[in-house]
């Protein structure tokens, strides 16, 4: 015979056995819909096709918000840029007006991942194209002409990827900048940042000794900026950058493909460079060594 004692403490003992299956199945189903998030946010989502774009009436376009000249938000809130341009020229000869396109400002790092999961049509944020990216993304025909540039302070200044050997290198995550000297220099210390309004403060800051990324953005930048130098204008292989959209969306590449060679008969590139560019680079650029015009790499 059980005591009424031993009743009660079977009884309290059984409460808690419940609870702490419940507490584990609560656990359990949060843990499994946090996986499926994550499964979610891996799993490719379906991009739109053209077809699918004209219907809703705007295409979504992949910037940037801070990389003056090519992708930047003016002091009236307004986006600007060398990229910017072209793609309102895309919302118009697609769509039927500039207006048709939604900005959606991107970061360096998360290009690849912003067309993958269907948040963006095309990517515009000045794109360099390289054979680890074409793996994951399509590029089409290139716009542009690139290479890095290395930008540091007049008074200390980096002429030869050799003097920064034992000093602090500024780059952007997910750039070629950071790719490059990852691998040719790996004893040099590379302090990353998100975006690039991030790295240029670190290198007025003096967090770093120097700034690398495409020289086409550090020259711009060190003509705005007074004691500031590109002491290396040209370094690694010149590459190109293109629009780029998800993989296999064929339809949506073919038709950039055919833009691209379309509006060379106006030289609209070399228009685009005059209307962003010109402005910033003054005589210093020949805008034949940056424009790429129908696709043609002379």
Known sequence: MISKGKKMKHKTLKKRFIGILLIAGIAAGILAGCGSSSNTADTKAKARTLEEIKKSGTVKIGVFSDKNPFGYVDEHGEVQGYDVYFAKRIAKDLLGSEDDVEFIYVEAANRVEYLKAGKVDIILANFTVTDERKEQVDFALPYMKVALGVVSPEESLVTDAEELKGKKLIVVKGTTAETYFTEKYPDITLVKFDEYQEAYDALLDGRGDAFSTDNTEVLAWA???????????????????????????????????????????????????????KKVYGDSVDPDNLVVEGGNIE
């Not at 004691?227 to 290396?232: A, F, H, S």
């Not at 296999?248 to 691209?260: A, D, R, V, Y």
Request: charged fraction near 25%.
């Open 223 to 277: 003509i705005r900026n007074k004691g500031y130098t590109v002491g290396i204008e040209s370094l690694g292989s010149l590459d190109t950058i293109a629009p780029a959209v998800q993989k296999g969306n064929t339809e949506l590449l073919n038709w950039l493909n055919e833009e691209i060679k379309s509006l060379a008969a106006e030289e609209f590139f070399h228009a685009d460079y005059e209307a962003t560019l």
